[in-house]
Nanobody, 124 residues
Framework: QVQLVESGGGLVQAGGSLRLSCGASGRTFSIYYMGWFRQAPGKEREFAAAINWSGGSTYYADSVKGRFTISRDNAKNTVYLQMNSLKPEDTAVYYC?????????????????WGQGTQVTVSS
């Protein structure tokens, strides 16, 4: 099992920045991808960003490309999501997730473990 704990959410004005963190514990040696997904009220959970845990390759949804940056600290078993130029439409609960099998970095169903989520609210 892998346990994930997110932090760093909050309320920010449009144009502002936030950094989310997600600490992993347990079978961290098995992690293939770490991803961030988000779910706005009344909408499905959608992919935002992912990182290959060993190689460091990064992947982004078109909606966040150029504004969000995913990074990792393998020594701390932590993944980060730096969010800049935030927009009201970025308001959502953000979830960290881990894929132990390398299924596909964008597929929600391919992720094996999920954090509890952290709320990000962007005011206009």
């Amino acid at each position: 099992q892998v346990q994930l704990v997110e932090s760093g959410g909050g309320l920010v004005q449009a144009g502002g920045s936030l950094r989310l963190s997600c600490g992993a514990s347990g079978r961290t040696f098995s992690i293939y991808y770490m991803g961030w997904f988000r779910q706005a009220p009344g909408k499905e959970r959608e992919f935002a960003a992912a990182i290959n845990w060993s190689g460091g390759s990064t992947y982004y949804a078109d909606s966040v490309k150029g504004r969000f940056t995913i990074s990792r600290d393998n020594a701390k078993n932590t993944v980060y999501l730096q969010m800049n130029s935030l927009k009201p439409e970025d308001t959502a609960v953000y979830y960290c997730a881990t894929d132990l099998h390398g299924t596909a970095w964008y597929k929600r169903d391919g992720y094996d473990y999920w954090g509890q989520g952290t709320q990000v609210t962007v005011s206009s």
